[in-house]
């Protein structure tokens, strides 16, 4: 359930972190002068008292440090556990950003080019039946331009309340009400050749657009998980096993994972619908697209050496020209929507300066962002849910607060 909207917000809260601006009488922003870690925490501790949320994590870094880092409220109403550093809750699509960091391992290690037919990679072939005759090439999976399409009602099945978890609840209700089931997971080949495969479950004329590959642009999450499939074929290795051993450790992510059973249950937060609902443990077959559960301290780690690899200062998990490959934009003029941005890179955002990806799933809603300097970076994890016209309004107000407080804070520091 990644949602679009998220795409419609990036333009505000871009401004609000890169700009000062306009106070706005229906937003309780915070004061203009925020230079010390005890006064951000001041305000930040003020914003989630007015807010829905039941917790959230703020990271922030400026020139290469981590200079404040910070979590509010509860991880967990019912069991009074408080929202830290360490809370665990899945990204949503911010997880496509670690599919980008796979593609361009794989191209570094010599698997296949952004130009590679995928064909050339898959064990079974994925057309568009619209377009037969035009070949869809890695960088059209990574800039959603493929022509691969999400038919967004099969797409809600993928979901799955997993195995035990109880099914009476309201959260629970709300969750099969949309399409998902308590069973096991299929595995990620089998999802992906149900639904590009014409003999397949999900095969259908709207998994595919009219227009040629290249040409324009529909965001696709289940394209996405194509991407990080063809990693997987290529490397011979399972595609959470690829990623865990050249990204997450050399990272020192060593509290991230894909699944709820690779994570310490302690620190798994209790994910909501509202303040009142929270939701059974859930995930989805289409996992590489929204999967990746972190927390703000792991995920900080992974957010500097993005900053540090923009500038040509890493080489943690790739060389310098391959971060370079990472960070390039890929799209012609024109392709890209206005709302989802001025350029694409290797799945990431590029904004008025800003590089950028968010992520939203049931109950969590999470952004990330750094301006292409390289010098200042923001994180914010949130267990609330963002898919209704309200929700959406109460995180757009969390969020135009926090980040605006992180702005003053960061320009003072």
């Given at each position: 359930m990644k949602n679009i909207f998220l795409f419609l917000i990036t333009f505000l809260l871009v401004t609000l972190f890169t700009v000062s601006c306009d106070k706005d009488d229906d937003i309780q922003l915070p004061p203009t002068s925020i230079e010390t870690r005890d006064e951000l925490t001041a305000v930040l501790n003020t914003i989630y008292e007015d807010a829905e949320a039941p917790g959230f994590a703020v990271s922030v870094i400026k020139n290469d440090s981590l200079i404040y880092q910070e979590a509010f409220g509860k991880a967990d109403i019912a069991a009074g556990k408080d929202f830290t550093n360490q809370t665990l809750l899945p990204i949503g699509s911010i997880s496509k950003t670690f599919i980008a960091a796979a593609i361009v391992k794989a191209i570094d290690q010599g698997y296949?080019?952004?130009?590679?037919?995928?064909?050339?990679?898959?064990?079974?072939d994925v057309n568009n039946p619209k377009q037969p005759n035009t070949p869809i090439k890695?960088?059209?999976?990574?800039?959603?331009?493929?022509?691969?399409l999400d038919n967004f009602e099969y797409y809600l099945t993928a979901y799955h309340i997993l195995p035990g978890e109880e099914l009476t609840s309201t959260g629970a209700q709300i969750l099969m009400d949309v399409g998902a089931e308590q069973r096991q997971t299929i595995a990620l080949g089998d999802f992906l050749a149900d639904?590009?495969?014409?003999?397949?479950?999900g095969y259908s004329l709207e998994n595919f657009a009219d227009t040629a590959p290249g040409s324009?642009?529909?965001?696709?999450?289940?394209?996405?998980s194509l991407a990080a499939y063809l990693v997987e074929v290529a490397t011979g290795e399972d595609f959470k096993d690829y990623v865990e051993e050249n990204i997450f450790q050399p990272l020192g992510m060593y509290a991230t994972a894909y699944d709820l059973e690779d994570l310490n249950p302690a620190h798994v937060a209790q994910l909501y619908w509202d303040q009142q609902t929270s939701f059974p443990k859930y995930t989805n077959d289409s996992y590489p697209d929204g999967g990746v559960q972190t927390c703000s301290e792991d995920l900080a780690k992974y957010l500097l050496d993005m900053m540090k690899g923009v500038r040509g200062h890493s080489t943690t998990l790739f060389s310098p020209a391959s971060y370079e490959v990472l960070f390039s934009t890929l799209l012609p003029d024109g392709v890209l929507p206005a709302y989802a941005g001025d350029q694409q890179g290797v799945f990431w955002f590029f904004e008025d300066g800003m590089i950028s990806h968010d992520g939203s799933d049931p109950g969590t809603t999470c952004d990330l962002r750094f301006d292409e300097a390289g010098t200042t970076g923001a994180i914010l994890l949130v267990n609330m849910d963002a898919s209704t016209d309200e929700h959406e309004e109460a995180y757009i107000h969390l969020a135009t607060a926090i980040l605006t407080a992180i702005s003053e804070f960061s320009d003072a520091n």
């Amino acid at each position: 359930m990644k949602n679009i909207f998220l795409f419609l917000i990036t333009f505000l809260l871009v401004t609000l972190f890169t700009v000062s601006c306009d106070k706005d009488d229906d937003i309780q922003l915070p004061p203009t002068s925020i230079e010390t870690r005890d006064e951000l925490t001041a305000v930040l501790n003020t914003i989630y008292e007015d807010a829905e949320a039941p917790g959230f994590a703020v990271s922030v870094i400026k020139n290469d440090s981590l200079i404040y880092q910070e979590a509010f409220g509860k991880a967990d109403i019912a069991a009074g556990k408080d929202f830290t550093n360490q809370t665990l809750l899945p990204i949503g699509s911010i997880s496509k950003t670690f599919i980008a960091a796979a593609i361009v391992k794989a191209i570094d290690q010599g698997y296949f080019t952004l130009e590679t037919n995928i064909n050339d990679v898959l064990p079974f072939d994925v057309n568009n039946p619209k377009q037969p005759n035009t070949p869809i090439k890695v960088k059209h999976l990574v800039t959603h331009t493929s022509g691969l399409l999400d038919n967004f009602e099969y797409y809600l099945t993928a979901y799955h309340i997993l195995p035990g978890e109880e099914l009476t609840s309201t959260g629970a209700q709300i969750l099969m009400d949309v399409g998902a089931e308590q069973r096991q997971t299929i595995a990620l080949g089998d999802f992906l050749a149900d639904y590009y495969q014409p003999q397949g479950a999900g095969y259908s004329l709207e998994n595919f657009a009219d227009t040629a590959p290249g040409s324009s642009w529909q965001y696709s999450n289940i394209a996405s998980s194509l991407a990080a499939y063809l990693v997987e074929v290529a490397t011979g290795e399972d595609f959470k096993d690829y990623v865990e051993e050249n990204i997450f450790q050399p990272l020192g992510m060593y509290a991230t994972a894909y699944d709820l059973e690779d994570l310490n249950p302690a620190h798994v937060a209790q994910l909501y619908w509202d303040q009142q609902t929270s939701f059974p443990k859930y995930t989805n077959d289409s996992y590489p697209d929204g999967g990746v559960q972190t927390c703000s301290e792991d995920l900080a780690k992974y957010l500097l050496d993005m900053m540090k690899g923009v500038r040509g200062h890493s080489t943690t998990l790739f060389s310098p020209a391959s971060y370079e490959v990472l960070f390039s934009t890929l799209l012609p003029d024109g392709v890209l929507p206005a709302y989802a941005g001025d350029q694409q890179g290797v799945f990431w955002f590029f904004e008025d300066g800003m590089i950028s990806h968010d992520g939203s799933d049931p109950g969590t809603t999470c952004d990330l962002r750094f301006d292409e300097a390289g010098t200042t970076g923001a994180i914010l994890l949130v267990n609330m849910d963002a898919s209704t016209d309200e929700h959406e309004e109460a995180y757009i107000h969390l969020a135009t607060a926090i980040l605006t407080a992180i702005s003053e804070f960061s320009d003072a520091n």
